[in-house]
């Protein structure tokens, strides 16, 4: 049995692999466990892609989904977390996906489970889903991570992907810079990459990772309106014409149209930002499958 | 690609098409798309009956389901419809059935999706998969609308059925009169049909629409209680008993007993309001099959 | 058609082949039904257990579920449960899986509906899929239901298992016993065991059966803390240890740990809490075998 909960608990190989049969069911390769399985989707958390793009995944491996509604389920009898995860694995389901706004909530979980867990996202911490479709994206577009500048703009503090993947992609031999305001940037992340203005960055990255401002998670920069975000901070259509050639622009989306990205480059040549969740849906079934072939 | 928006939209033949398989359907015909394909269902009101037929007919058409619920996605961030319904057509999703509040929600959407649409009723417009469940219906009756007369009674200006259906049972033959509270019919609707007292109606009528008041939508006509509404515009028992033999009342559902129709009058002999349930699923899987297919 | 609402319509011998029909299942045997089949679960209370069990069950049968929210459904529009359990029936459901906080909420639906409906419990009355997997952990354990010492602990009065649990094990062979706060015992149920201390129930019973306290049922009794109930009549791990040798404990979940039993008993080696989950799935095939083979 094997859980996937943070990139930073997998070997550069693991990866590596992960990545490899993503692009294998990018071409149209097809896997299936051996007996029927059963998952379930437990999200805490409001989600459209994350939600959307596993059940896709589950369905394309042959796998049932069980419907769950927290607002419908015992946990408004006061039922907790661990007790909803072992009933799902007692009435015979094989692996849960579970998005929550508590950090690490899986730590409580996981030694007392006999099913493999999959973290769909922890508050702040992590998202290793969304982590491996933005490495599956880059790959797909540059071959390698080698000496390619990506650059991570925005919230970079409460993002759960910002800091993982920027210390994976150093892993992976790229070069990291950060951008965004600086109240959301800690010395500690110096060791993964420095920090730029954005009119520097847009000029050197291969990659613009932009990140949502995540409005619902905190509300104490109100002190900038969205107009003086977009200006200061996000990508204009001024600095897009001053991209390298061949740069591509990413984004976890929903975007806030205009915030961190001007609305016509949301779906503009440069951008891969649909792209990217139409790889979630092929990483998710690698993770899938490797958590169910353990 | 071809979608799936109002009947207007569509030629006679179109219609007459889509009726015909629905026929076949009926008959426990079977058709499959040649590859696996993936739906949504996005309900942005309450529904059961149109829901959940959407949902039987994609099922028996062999196509998996991805579920939604607004109040558990990104859309509680402020995601737009639009780059909702992106979403899912990234994320590998074939055919979106929509439902919305918003008259022609569509409009925005059709220009930038790649993927077919069915309207599942927008506002007070139309409702397009529900009007030929009620052409279905009358035509599993009588064979033909030629000369057939077909009265709409009750809420015509708030209905996403009732105008529509007046135009195209007019193109096919039917001569069309309406009925109900004078305050809600328009000098416009006449080009379609006249105007004409409930009691006249039940004597000339082939088929008795009547249509729900839709309490949700409008408050303004509070001033008749149920009681008085029932005994000036609706379907009594008296009034049942003056109706022209094998003529038949059909209504959308939920009916409101004892305003629209009596209760006794909702399941009996001349009554096809099961009958229009049970038709809307051929009826679906004809649009589904005719969406799928293009 | 045979619906499934209490165990008391059931015979011993229809209850002793469902019995032996789970534990089939339980032993992986196959049952489908000849063509496709459809379900709907109407859960109006919040559940996890049996609403999963059920999905679960009736996807290893091979039967389609068709989603449900009520919050989403015609019912917010004034619709009847009647109505939405006949429109399902309409569209094509072939059964309905109903749990309802109305007692007896299923009588006004039996006489009109066409398709077999299974309670899946309704306000204080029954629970009888619960009911069936409370037997079945019991037989499975013990191999016979003669003189065997059962003990129902807790909240008897608004329980939906308790007295049924009684009435069925008694007609089994079974002696019952029954324990907990003496204002929720009525004289009536001495017909079907006699009342006893928790400190002498637990040197007594082969089972107990302890039954969670429904705060969101009742609030009468908080004259008593959680503490102060636990002490008093739950399973504190100084009783456990008089139990006899190869004495179980059971409980329908979700369990209230330190009000009912002790936290670390839970999930103990007597404990046949998440048995029963696992169990109920079983059970339940076995029944939606039954309503769909008449």
């Known amino acids: 049995m094997s859980n996937f909960l943070t990139l930073n608990d997998l070997t550069i190989i693991e990866i590596k692999e992960l990545l ?5 069911f990018s071409k149209g390769a097809q896997w299936f466990p051996a007996e029927k399985r059963y998952a379930v989707n437990l999200f805490f958390e409001p989600s459209t892609r994350t939600k959307s793009s596993f059940e896709i995944a589950e369905r394309k491996l042959g796998i049932e989904v069980i419907p769950f509604e927290i607002d419908k389920s015992s946990l408004t009898k006061g039922e907790s977390l661990y007790d909803t995860v072992k009933t799902f694995e007692a009435v015979g389901v094989d692996v849960a996906v579970i998005r929550h706004d508590q950090d690490g909530f899986y730590q409580e979980l996981v030694d007392n489970l006999e099913i493999p867990l999959i973290n769909g996202g922890d508050g702040c911490g ?83 990772m932009f990140l949502r401002i995540q409005h619902e998670r905190h509300h104490e920069t109100a002190a900038l309106s969205k107009e003086e975000y977009h200006q200061r901070y996000g990508l204009t259509e001024e600095r897009e014409k001053r ?19 001007a609305d016509k480059l949301v779906e503009c ?23 169910l072939s353990h």
């Open 243 to 261: 991209m390298k050639k061949d740069s591509i622009i990413m984004h976890p989306a929903p975007v806030n149209r205009n915030v961190e990205i």
């Open 126 to 208: 992590h998202h290793p889903s969304q982590s491996l479709l933005d490495l599956f994206t880059i790959e797909q577009e540059f071959g390698s991570f080698e000496n390619l500048n990506v650059a991570i703009v925005g919230d970079i503090m409460h993002s759960r992907v910002a800091r993982s993947n920027a210390e994976v992609l150093k892993r992976l031999g790229a070069n990291v810079m950060f951008s965004g305001p600086k109240e959301w940037f800690r010395t500690s992340y110096l060791q993964a990459g420095e920090y730029l203005e954005i009119d520097e960055v847009v000029e050197h990255a291969d990659v613009c």
């Open 269 to 291: 040549k440069r951008s891969r930002i649909f792209q990217q969740i139409k790889n979630g849906v092929f990483v998710r079934m690698a993770i899938l499958k490797r958590v």
């Open 20 to 24: 490899q049969d993503a692009n294998q």
